[in-house]
Structure formats: C-alpha cells, structure tokens
C-alpha cells in the first residue's frame, strides 16, 4: 500500500482527530473506515438504481462484526414520509454485494404496501403471463382472447388508482 498524504482545513482536521479520539482509534484508520462505509453505500446504491430507480434510497451503512464482518445498509422508500422496507448486506472485506435482486424486488412490494398500492392478485398475475406468453406463441381462442383483455382492463384500472393514491400521497 502506498502512503498518501492529504491536507485539511484546521476546522475539519480537528473534527477527525476529535471523532478518532471519541472512537479510540487512530486518524487514518478512522478515515479508512469512513471510506468504506462509503464505498458500501455506494454499492448498495448501485443495485438499488438497477433494480429499482429512484424509488427507494439506501442510509448511512452500518458495521457489523459476524463471520464475514459485513455492512448493513438500511433502505427506505424515497417519498416523504420514509418508511424502512429493508436491508443490503455487502461483505466489509471484499465490498462484494451478498444481496440479491430478489432482496430489492421484496424491498419494492414492501415500498407499494407501504403506499397504499393494491396489487393485482397473485392468481391473476400468473393467469396474465401465462395469456401473454401463449399470444405471443400462436393466435389465441376467442375466450381466453377476452379473459385476457378482461385481466388486462383489470390491472389497468389498478394501476390508474395505484397512481392516484400515490398523487395524493405526493400533494399531502
């Protein structure tokens, strides 16, 4: 490792010693660690905006001594008040993300919950796949043409509320 020499403001200088000091440990470790925190959030960030845009936002990471030691990174929703629907977990050695899509998908029906959204049932969301894949696959027989553009109105007319409910979450 090479050393690196970085110059500070008196203000913020005294600040780290003071924080160092308070944490019983030496500057350099302490800006180390301040870094990798960082860099955890940054990660956690990074799949967040992958999987999810901008709907929810991670906070200020938090260490925690396990084998491996990992940071806990807790998420919340991005539109006031923020309600926690979860955490990203990134391994403190490697920086490496050990949660999964899966994790963020969760994160996002827990943030819909939160908002007052109605899901289109699980049962009718299985049915409109299955409908869509078969349309995509061969002309569909008259009836399931219209139970399909029954499930279709239907999740539509959700969405539309979905979005009102969300309008006036955003104007109270």
């Not at 925190?37 to 901008?54: M, P, Q, V």
């Not at 929703?77 to 998908?105: F, K, R």
Request: hydrophobic residues 40%; proline residues 6%.
């Amino acid at each position: 490792m090479r050393p690196l020499t970085i110059s500070l403001p008196d203000y913020l200088y005294k600040k780290l010693t003071q924080q160092a000091k308070v944490s019983k440990t030496s500057l350099e470790d302490l800006v180390l660690f301040q870094l990798k925190r960082d860099e955890a959030r940054d990660a956690a960030l990074t799949l967040l905006r992958k999987r999810a845009g901008r709907c929810l936002m991670a906070k200020e990471p938090i260490f925690k001594e396990s084998t491996p030691p990992v940071w806990i990174v807790p998420i919340f929703t991005n539109v006031a008040p923020p309600v926690e629907v979860g955490e990203i977990h990134i391994e403190a050695d490697t920086g490496q993300v050990l949660s999964t899509e899966m994790d963020v998908a969760e994160m996002i029906k827990k943030g819909h919950v939160s908002f007052g959204f109605e899901p289109l049932p699980v049962e009718k969301q299985e049915r409109l796949a299955e409908l869509l894949a078969l349309n995509g696959e061969k002309m569909l027989e008259s009836e399931e043409t219209q139970e399909m553009e029954a499930l279709l109105a239907e999740e539509q007319e959700l969405q539309i509320r979905n979005l009102e409910t969300l309008g006036k979450r955003l104007l109270s």
